[in-house]
């Protein structure tokens, strides 16, 4: 069984201050994906990250998976509260597996 | 992206009373819709998996009799919670993908089922 440990669970910040958020697995995911969650509405894809290593951008949003592929972050800058909302992040196995193994969120509150 | 749209929203219902929500691929055929359970400040739980034409494959520990999963057309999977209890009451979400390749899910809106 595929496990992503997302962390931290929980994160309050003021406008303006910087964050990293972490998902880490002992195993290896042929992509990660990053979605944000609004309440009461499903899950919005961010980014699907794929190659070890890889670097993407998105605005203030900064993506990365790791070399192993086992692990990946994201990196805010400048929150803004607009921001806030539960971050997910979630891994698929194999190639020609298309089954989704979520992390647990992370619900983060941007302070005005 | 592509569009999923899921109805309804919102759902209340009795206990022992079923309740059926959709799940319908809007602008593409879903070879495979899955269904996911989400409870209050937790992840998403994946609870089957399924390909048109063809059963549904649940995961361990989901009663497949409880919750019935019909994936009868390219565009159209149902999530039926059969003699509905308070412990059912949960935030149900879907997604679909087309098929060939390594095509990306698309997921509904979801919806948040009471029972009283």
């Known amino acids: 069984t595929q496990l992503l440990e997302q962390s931290p669970q929980f994160l309050s910040i003021q406008e303006g201050e910087n964050l990293t958020v972490y998902c880490n697995s002992s195993?290896?995911?042929?992509?990660l994906q990053w979605y944000r969650q609004e309440p009461g509405e499903g899950p919005v894809l961010l980014v699907t990250?794929?190659?070890?290593?890889e670097v993407k951008k998105l605005k203030r949003l900064t993506f990365q998976f790791g070399d192993a592929r086992k692990d990946s972050s994201l990196h805010i800058t400048a929150a803004q509260p607009g921001d806030t909302g539960l971050y997910l992040c979630a891994g698929r196995g194999g190639a020609g597996s298309y089954q989704l193994t979520f992390g647990k969120g992370t619900k983060l509150s941007v302070i005005p | 992206g592509a569009v999923v749209s899921q109805h309804p929203s919102r759902v209340i219902c009795k206990s022992g009373t079923s309740v059926k929500i959709e799940c319908r691929s809007l602008?593409?055929?879903?070879?495979?819709m899955f269904w996911y359970r989400q409870f209050p400040k937790k992840s998403l739980m994946l609870m089957a998996t399924?390909?048109?034409?063809?059963?549904?494959?649940?995961e361990q520990g989901v009663e497949k009799d409880k919750f019935l999963i019909n994936h009868a057309s390219l565009t159209l999977s149902t999530l039926t919670v059969t003699s509905a209890h308070p412990e059912d009451s949960s935030f149900y979400i879907c997604s679909a993908r087309g098929g060939g390749g390594d095509t990306e899910a698309f997921f509904g809106q979801g919806t948040r089922l009471t029972v009283v």
């Open positions: 399924s390909n048109e034409g063809s059963k549904a494959t649940y």
């Open positions: 602008d593409f055929q879903a070879t495979t």
């Open positions: 990250v794929v190659t070890g290593g």
């Open positions: 195993s290896v995911f042929s992509s």
